[in-house]
């Protein structure tokens, strides 16, 4: 058991001599306990030099050392989920050092991505996908005959997902060849492992019970009544010392749950499984943060850590800046106070989103509907219609796998939902499958919906209010991070429904028109430009009288940190055009590619959506259009 976090590089002769899951199957399965050991402390040892996610990895050491000294990879699949379990995995695979600059700009993904290693079956950001993707796997090989094996590895609460059983309700049906390894970190659905459980796990995983198991089969597949009364004594078995039934009646074999660190035990199980014909499901346990003292008692709280410093300077004692999840947090139980008919939804985002003081507070209004993003935005509808006002809290990129409920259920019906949209924009080190680029895209262009963008703090709070007290859907897209440092204004005001507000007058002929976090680096570049500046606000409806008001521009410009393609200033050229208004324009966002991780900063300035980058835009085009 590790007590602190190596700043010094461990020794490592075991580990030292993996470069690819070959290496470890050279050893001795004695062996094996002794490179678990120098694995974990690896793993403390670099994401305490980088930062990162940190204990559904150490969950899963012995789980990964098993799999990948049991299975032929990476001929056989295996496809982690959630992905930030996936750390020891990375670094049996070949990329031991390159962990030291995991989630840094030019190093390796903090996810499983397919460009990257050969061993990375399948990229994954989002949750509770592993299962349909190595049952598509499994299939592929049953059409091709390859006899390659397919395994999905899904935890960390990633089970709690509707698409991962409508995957399991589909493998059951087609009985693929593939095992699900369901990584039970009391994220999931965690049952207590005791002695008679796992004794019958070994025996039901053996060889010589499945031999049994088939060998009734047939002796008794002249007796119907006889077969079934041997299936149905066996699932009452199962039934008395797991909570397997549901996975069995999904038609799969379900084997567990076993201790997820015992590297023997799991060894001889997953062996045994291995070669099964039809879907297995093995349900392990393990403990998040396993092997570091302080993230076994918070595993919350050590889902991710920063770099820690060897000796770090003492802090200078300063004002705490809120960061936007905290003035949502704050505006929620403000607002939770005024009204009763308030209620909050998350998918499994209560601490990242802020809402720890409100679960607290109103605990009977407060719902965590786990990580089930499309029944989060149904049951907000649910509740709309019968009078209760929900506020739905998601992060902008999980907001895109409840975009069809937000359009049928939420929309289409005009109900009073407010959408708290978190992460919008660049997300730095989580990389392109967390950045929340494209909801002014997907947003805008659905009938009913209020889309607004804060620039500071103040707005952003000003902004939850508006869209909470407006009758129908409405949305308030809001940055990870800090804004620029505005004094939050705590009473419970409103803005007026799409009016913008002018930041500068200038005298240039430029006007720029800036949609939310970029509107401050825009000022910038107005001041050094002699610019117009508009804090547009709100995305739709837009501010059309302020547009026409600036038809004789000698140029517009557009500023938002989402896709250009169908993004705000999209809108603007879009209402341009309809009112036949001929002036030339700048659109200035996200080019039409994946953004790979960096810190925020730095992708701000790769794009140009820095204070410099957007000056030397405009420009540039002011030269293509003036000389």
């Known amino acids: 058991m590790f007590e602190e976090i190596p700043t010094a590089r461990p020794a490592t002769p075991l580990l030292d001599q993996v470069n690819t899951p070959e290496d470890l199957r050279a050893f001795n399965k004695e062996q094996l306990p002794s490179l678990v050991r120098e694995l974990r402390e690896f793993m403390l040892y670099s994401v305490g030099q980088t930062g990162g996610h940190f204990g559904a990895g150490l969950g899963v050491v012995e789980l990964t050392v098993a799999l990948h000294y049991i299975y032929n990879t990476p001929e056989d699949r ?10 020891p995995h990375k670094i049996l695979t070949g990329r031991r ?13 903090g996810f499983p991505k397919r460009e990257e ?9 989002h949750s509770s996908t592993s299962i349909g993707a190595a049952l598509g796997m499994a299939l592929a090989a049953r059409q091709f005959n390859t006899g390659r094996k397919s395994v999905a590895v899904i935890g960390d609460g990633a089970m709690s997902a509707g698409m991962a059983f409508e995957a399991l309700n589909h493998a059951g049906h087609v009985k693929a060849d593939m095992l699900v390894i369901l990584n039970d970190n009391e994220m999931s659905i965690s049952k207590p492992v005791g002695a008679l459980s796992s004794y019958f796990a070994r025996i039901w995983a053996s060889k010589t019970y499945d031999s049994i198991r088939k060998g009734g089969q047939k002796v008794f597949s002249g007796l119907p009544s006889a077969l079934e009364l041997a299936r149905k004594a066996e699932e009452h078995m199962k039934g008395m010392v797991s909570p397997g039934m549901m996975f069995e009646e999904l038609g799969f074999n379900y ?15 997953i062996a045994n499984l291995k070669d099964r014909e039809g879907p297995q499901f093995l349900h392990v346990i393990t403990k998040k943060g396993k092997g570091f003292e302080p993230a076994e008692g918070d595993p919350i709280g050590y889902h991710a850590i920063n770099k820690v410093e060897p000796d770090p300077v003492p802090a200078k004692p300063q004002n705490k800046q809120p960061k936007y999840c905290n003035i949502f947090g704050q505006w929620v139980c403000d607002a939770a106070e005024q009204d009763a008919r308030l209620a909050a939804i998350t998918p499994a985002m209560k601490e990242g989103s802020d809402l720890i003081e409100f679960a607290e507070r109103f605990p009977d209004r407060y719902f965590d509907v786990a990580i089930a993003e499309q029944h989060a935005v149904t049951l907000a509808a649910g509740m709309a219609c019968d009078g209760i006002k929900p506020v739905v809290a998601i992060y902008s990129t999980f907001l895109q796998r409840g975009y069809d409920q937000l359009i049928h259920d939420v929309a289409l019906q005009n109900l009073d939902v407010l959408f708290a949209i978190d992460r919008a924009g660049l997300v730095g080190e989580d990389g392109p499958t967390h950045a929340g680029v494209y909801d002014l895209s997907y947003l805008r262009c659905i009938p009913n919906m209020v889309v607004m963008a804060p620039s500071d703090e103040d707005e952003c709070r000003k902004m939850l209010q508006t869209g909470y007290i407006y009758q129908g859907p409405a949305a308030v897209r809001y940055p990870r991070g800090n804004g620029p440092g505005i004094t939050i204004d705590k009473t419970l005001s409103s803005l007026e429904i799409g009016k913008s507000r002018s930041l500068r007058e200038g005298h240039s002929g430029i006007v720029i028109c800036s949609f939310g976090r970029p509107t401050y680096d825009a000022l910038q570049a107005a001041d050094a430009l002699d610019a117009s500046l508009l804090d547009m606000r709100f995305v739709k409806p837009l501010d059309e009288q302020a547009l026409l008001e600036n038809k004789g521009a000698k140029l517009i410009v557009t500023v938002e940190e989402n896709a250009i393609m169908g993004g705000a200033g999209s809108a603007v050229s879009e209402f341009l055009i309809a009112n036949n208004i001929l002036v030339p324009t700048l659109h200035l966002g996200l080019p039409d590619q994946y953004e790979e991780h960096a810190s925020h900063n730095a992708m701000l300035k790769r794009v140009g959506l820095d204070s410099q980058g957007i000056l030397s835009s405009i420009q540039e085009k002011l030269k293509s259009l003036y000389g």
């Open 78 to 87: 295996i496809v982690w989920d959630v992905g930030h379990q996936a750390y």
């Open 97 to 109: 050092e390159a962990l030291l600059k995991i989630r840094q700009e030019d190093g390796i993904s």
């Open 255 to 269: 084997i567990g749950p076993i201790d997820g660190h015992d590297i023997e035990h799991l060894l001889t199980t």
């Open 117 to 125: 290693s050969p061993f990375d079956n399948f990229g994954v950001g």
